[in-house]
């Protein structure tokens, strides 16, 4: 039997194989904006962790910690913990909502969608370590979400 390969007509043009390649992608592959609303969701339930955190640090750990300070300094510490608590428990309520209007406006690949984005983006920089890492993450996909989806 002989190996050669036998072409029942012409090759396919450079532009039917790229139409191809797109068609194949759009059916296979999670959009990008699908992704990026995804991780606002993920954000959002970060902040619900954020609220409890903030909830124990403020009401309960450095109110207990304040009748057990003996210098000032100890009490601006623990002051200082209530506030930042409570700190977190504002922005979690300001970013619950931020987050799941930015992630349904990605989803439904809105215009207005990468400006909430990079406002939600930008005020989950502030909660050290994981919404500054998420944060930066979403900044950056926002970003260069129009680079990616070019074939």
Known sequence: ???EMVYVGELPSLDFIMNEMKQYKTQTAM?????????FYLLAALQILMIIGGAILGLFVAPASL????????????????????????????????????????RKDKKWSKV?????????????PFGTILGGYLIWKIINRKKVEQL
Not at 31 to 39: A, D, K, V
Not at 67 to 90: K, N, P, Q
Not at 116 to 128: C, K, P, Q
């Open 31 to 39: 959009p990008e904006t699908e992704r990026i609303g995804g991780l």
């Open 1 to 3: 039997m002989n190996n």
């Open 116 to 128: 909430v984005g990079i406002i939600a983006s930008g005020l989950a920089f502030l909660e050290f």
């Open 67 to 106: 009748f057990a300070s003996r210098t000032e300094t100890d009490w601006f510490l623990w002051i200082a913990a209530g506030l930042a608590g409570f700190a977190a428990i504002a922005l979690g309520v300001i970013l619950i909502p931020l987050s799941l209007i930015a992630a349904m406006a990605f």
